[in-house]
């Protein structure tokens, strides 16, 4: 028996619409001014997982940089950020994922990024150390606003700057990120978690 030509029409029109909504929507395009738009920066965190940076977008995060064998500002950044999430967690009822990342990749492997999270009992994913695969880490700090120049003995001079991103890894509030905690950033990452 054959179906008459409007039947037809319609049960094809009901097989072809549930594909259409089924398609994930083209993730929008990133804002002019996002730390994402930084080309093919592709990272390896602690825990050997390798990433792209701009696969952070869609959720607030603190950014810094530092390295594995630093023994004085690099140790006090990392505890600051305990610190600083301990406190937005007492506030917010949420806490904020960190990634630092070193500018001593051809030190700090996989390995030493481990040993330093271990020393610090810090853990990926919520709070990732992550060495550059490929790309600018030099790129990276300059749009961080964070300096750095290695030293004759191995070692690096540099500030300890964090700046807190949005979901679109626009910068909204920096910080540095040694002694006592900024009030202000504190209520930048409060205001972010909750909306308000």
Do not use: W
């Not at 960190?98 to 990024?113: C, E, K, T």
């Not at 205001?191 to 308000?196: E, K, P, Q, V, Y």
């Amino acid at each position: 028996m054959r179906l008459p030509r409007h039947l037809l029409f319609l049960l094809s029109l009901a097989l072809v619409v549930p594909l259409a909504h089924a398609t994930p929507p083209a993730a929008a395009a990133l804002p002019e001014n996002s730390v994402y738009r930084i080309p093919a920066l592709t990272l390896r965190d602690q825990q050997g997982e390798v990433f792209a940076f701009d696969s952070l977008r869609g959720e607030p995060r603190i950014v810094g940089m530092f390295y594995g064998s630093c023994q004085m500002a690099c140790p006090l950044e990392i505890e600051y950020l305990k610190r600083l999430r301990h406190v937005v967690l007492a506030k917010s009822g949420r806490s904020i994922p960190v990634l630092l990342v070193s500018f001593d990749p051809a030190r700090d492997d996989a390995a030493m990024l481990r040993k330093v999270a271990g020393e610090h009992h810090v853990q990926a994913p919520t709070f990732r150390l992550a060495r550059p695969e490929h790309g600018d880490e030099g790129m990276l700090a300059g749009v961080l606003g964070i300096a750095y120049r290695q030293l004759p003995g191995g070692g690096f001079s540099h500030n300890v700057k964090v700046s807190l991103l949005d979901a679109n890894g626009r910068i909204v509030a920096s910080a540095n990120a040694s002694g006592t905690l900024d009030r202000a950033f504190v209520e930048a990452i409060v205001a972010l978690r909750t909306g308000h």
